[in-house]
């Protein structure tokens, strides 16, 4: 009886590894300019966003590759892509402040991301355009 215990519990674990794989995507994009997300100020660098959907909340972790810093976000549904449209990064801008407001995963799904203030003034749009990648 132990030993089916054992088997049983090796198999679920398992089971919720590769529920955890098959719930992720990654996201690679290089990104000219310097930005904030999630509160924190981000050099320009090449950038991975892993998508990690396996919990009931949706999570992004997103990391400069040169620096290895990286933030965490909870992202909110925004609005659907067109199936198998291509994966961007939306930034909103005000002179030279950047904020990360939007991802489109590439799946159909696009998330909006809480931003911070800008300040007053002209405020603009930067996308750019990331490519799906296998994680590391």
Avoid: W
Avoid at 35 to 43: I, K
Avoid at 77 to 82: C, F, I, K, L, Y
Avoid at 83 to 103: H, I, M, Y
Avoid at 105 to 120: A, H, M
């Amino acid at each position: 009886m132990k030993n089916l215990t054992k088997k049983m519990t090796i198999a679920a674990a398992a089971l919720m590894v590769a529920a955890g794989v098959a719930g992720a995507q990654t996201l690679k994009a290089e990104i000219p300019f310097g930005f904030r997300a999630a509160g924190t100020v981000m050099t320009a660098g090449s950038y991975r966003l892993y998508e990690d959907s396996s919990m009931s909340t949706e999570v992004f972790r997103l990391i400069n590759e040169d620096t290895h810093r990286s933030v965490l976000t909870i992202p909110y549904p925004h609005n659907t892509q067109q199936a198998g449209g291509v994966p961007t990064l939306t930034f909103e801008c005000s002179g030279t402040d950047c904020a990360l407001v939007q991802v489109a995963v590439g799946n159909g799904k696009t998330y909006g991301l809480y931003k911070p203030s800008l300040g007053k003034g002209e405020t603009r749009v930067a996308v750019i355009r990331a490519v799906i990648v296998n994680p590391r």
